[in-house]
């Protein structure tokens, strides 16, 4: 099958990036915007996509389909573009590209393949297009090979074989290590804060792990603004791991630091707009001040009225 029309859902940091590489190696881009925000439609025009009307005339009208979304969204998007392939009649080629577990991508392939599509497992690995290393598209199942067009095009793609589940899995395990140890990193950094320590941690830090304090201090900073996006994949891979009788709970806590990430003032920055000046000092000092604002609200909830038992 000939690929030329590639539609993506939605353009958002990553799939608009991707959009605009894929257009400056002559694919036409294509995307359907009705309920996504602003911000998105900003980005997607940036991008120079089309805009179809509707979910049905997108569907009609691809030749393959990249659902790049947060991994809460997944399975609702696939059921709306399942409807339209119904609708349409089209066997259009589907690529959930998103952070999700083996065995949700495998249930997400079930409800594309019953509605007439065919299924492809991805997942991405990597900063969007742009940088001097392109992002790793993994890709498995029986309709791998057809992203390899894509391969050299501003990504690059890596074909995993024909189980549905094993491009979700490595990126499962990959962000269980970089996404997992930055929540690591931001916890540790709290208690220190909590129990007036920073100073003293920060000196043995830059005495006995250089590399480690560097990374804190360039990455930490920018994590609030994107915790929304990885509440859901900390849980996605939690869920992963308890399949194969591991502990979930390293990633259950994992997501417990990003809603926490998320609850400081620094989290209503879009990733255009992130302060480049703010400290790691600063960014922990707000995880702490929010933790505290936490534990009173708490406080007063389990207060009860008076003279209750």
């Known amino acids: ?86 609708e349409t009649g089209e066997a259009t080629l589907i690529a959930d590209c998103n952070a999700i577990s083996p065995m ?21 690995i990597g900063h969007p297009p742009g940088r001097d290393v392109p992002p790793r598209f993994y890709v498995s199942g029986q309709y791998a090979d057809a992203l390899l067009v894509l391969d050299g095009k ?14 979700s899995g490595i990126k499962m395990c990959y962000a269980a290590l970089t996404k ?47 915790a929304h996006r990885w509440i859901g994949e900390m849980e996605e891979i939690a869920t992963t791991f308890a399949a194969q009788g591991v502990t979930p709970n390293f990633h259950l806590g994992a997501a417990a630091i990003y809603r926490l990430l998320e609850q400081t003032p620094y989290a209503i920055e879009s990733p255009e707009d992130i302060d480049s000046n703010r400290t790691l000092t600063q960014t922990i000092a707000a995880t702490v001040a929010q933790l505290s604002e936490s534990r009173t609200e708490n406080t007063d909830d389990d207060s009860g009225p008076p003279g209750a038992d």
């Open 104 to 124: 949700r991508s495998e249930h997400i392939g079930r409800i594309i393949e019953s509605a007439g599509g065919r299924y492809i497992d991805a997942s991405i």
């Open 1 to 86: 099958m000939t690929v030329k029309k590639i539609a993506i859902l939605s353009p958002g940091d990553m799939g608009h990036a991707v959009g605009r590489a894929l257009s400056e190696h002559g694919f036409d881009i294509l995307t359907h915007l009705e309920g996504r925000s602003q911000r998105t439609c900003a980005l997607a025009k940036d991008a120079g996509f089309r805009i179809s009307a509707t979910l049905n005339e997108l569907i009609n009208e691809a030749d393959l389909l990249l659902s790049i979304l947060v991994p809460a969204s997944a399975e609702t998007v696939a059921k709306e573009i399942a409807q339209s392939l119904q």
């Open 154 to 167: 501003g990504i690059a793609v890596k074909v995993l074989g024909g189980d549905i589940g094993r491009a």
């Open 180 to 226: 997992g140890t930055s929540t690591l990193q931001v916890a540790l950094l709290t208690v220190a804060e909590s129990l007036g320590l920073s100073s003293e941690l920060h000196e043995e830090l830059a005495y006995s792990q250089k590399a480690a304090l560097r990374n804190m201090e360039s990455g930490i900073p920018s994590l609030p603004p994107n």
